[in-house]
């Protein structure tokens, strides 16, 4: 691919919204803070000066309600995209997301449809602790009639949020903190990431690695680490968590008979909990498989980044766990150095 047009996954979120509110009349979008200058974190930049403020517009700091009226939108035929910041505080609108967005088209029978996108940003990032970084997403994965979608390169950022606007269904678009200084390659033609496909981001035969949103990048560091000693990974970017593609990674698991899960929230009846799940259910009596899943530490997020360092999963303790995992002996122990020349690691495509 000769001179790939590169984005940060920043602009990738703004064209796809952009694009697909050029294309249809009905896309609007709200949220705290849509409006201001800052343009969360300049995901709506622009967007207020091109299409006004009856389809751009800020909201008040009453999730609940503004839920509410988002599905009301959806209802009445609009393409709501419901901008929530931070994705602790969807918890104020669960009973609107879960026993009415995800649940109308089936109550009402097939007459009533919700399509909103709701936008909602996890992770670390300069000390937020623990009422800014936690990622809940496997509380929505739970839900019958809401897909969640999590990418992680600039390049699904653009067509998971294209196909999200589209789909009939509540989606819950699930953006890392951290992702949004990521750069890749973004076709300027829209298209769609839709749902039901994982990426083998980078193949290999000695343990597969499925990192969730920003735990991609850690996995990718965690591969390079353990190329560097002789094993082979494989990762996995589920970029959908639901509907989730088992498929891809119980073939690469039946490959490897390895499977380290990492993921940006506990492990408890976490994403890493369902998907080793559904891959020992679908692998018993055809594989012998070692396990490992990774992801927050049992106790609340911690604000300091000294604390952060040991509670969240890395590119070395990745490595780490992946080693114990392929040379089947948890008496062989091996943590890498760090490595100066990973630091910025990106995957870039193609695709």
Avoid at 12 to 20: L, R
Avoid at 241 to 265: A, F, M, Q, R, W
Wanted: proline share 6%.
């Amino acid at each position: 691919m000769s001179n790939p047009r590169i984005l940060s996954y920043v602009e990738a979120v703004c064209e796809a919204t952009d694009q697909e509110m050029a294309s249809d009349p009905a896309v609007i979008v709200f949220g705290l803070d849509v409006d201001d200058p800052k343009a969360i974190q300049g995901t709506t930049r622009g967007l207020l000066e091109k299409y006004g403020k009856e389809r751009v517009f800020g909201t008040p700091l009453s999730e609940d309600a503004m839920t509410g009226a988002a599905i009301g939108m959806a209802q009445a035929g609009l393409r709501p995209i419901h901008v929530h910041i931070r994705m602790d505080f969807l918890m104020l609108a669960m009973n609107q997301l879960i026993n009415v967005a995800a649940k109308s088209h089936y109550m009402y029978g097939g007459q009533v449809s919700v399509p909103i996108v709701v936008r909602s940003m996890i992770g670390k990032s300069w000390g937020q602790g623990a009422q800014h970084s936690q990622g809940l997403y496997s509380f929505f994965m739970n839900i019958p009639g809401l897909k969640v979608a999590a990418p992680t390169t600039p390049y699904d950022a653009k067509g998971c949020l294209i196909a999200a606007i589209r789909d009939d269904n509540p989606v819950m678009y699930v953006e890392h903190r951290i992702l949004h200084f990521q750069k890749g390659y973004v076709p300027e033609a829209s298209y769609t990431v839709a749902p039901g496909k994982a990426r083998i981001a980078v193949t290999g035969t000695d343990v597969t690695l499925v990192g969730i949103s920003y735990m991609q990048i850690e996995c990718l560091r965690a591969q390079k680490y353990l190329e560097s000693v002789g094993i082979s990974a494989e990762v996995i970017d589920p970029i959908w968590l639901s509907p989730l593609d088992i498929d891809t990674i119980v073939e690469s698991v039946l490959k490897t008979g390895n499977l380290c899960v990492v993921d940006n929230g506990w492990t408890t009846c976490g994403a890493s909990a369902e998907i080793i799940a559904q891959v020992a259910e679908r692998l018993q009596g055809k594989r012998n498989v070692r396990f490992k899943r990774m992801g927050f530490a049992p106790v609340t997020c911690p604000p300091t980044p000294y604390l952060e360092h040991l509670y969240y999963p890395n590119g070395q303790t990745i490595a780490a766990a992946a080693f114990e995992l392929a040379k089947g002996d948890i008496e062989t122990k091996w943590m890498p150095a760090e490595r100066e020349d990973l630091k910025d690691i990106e995957f870039k495509g193609p695709f």
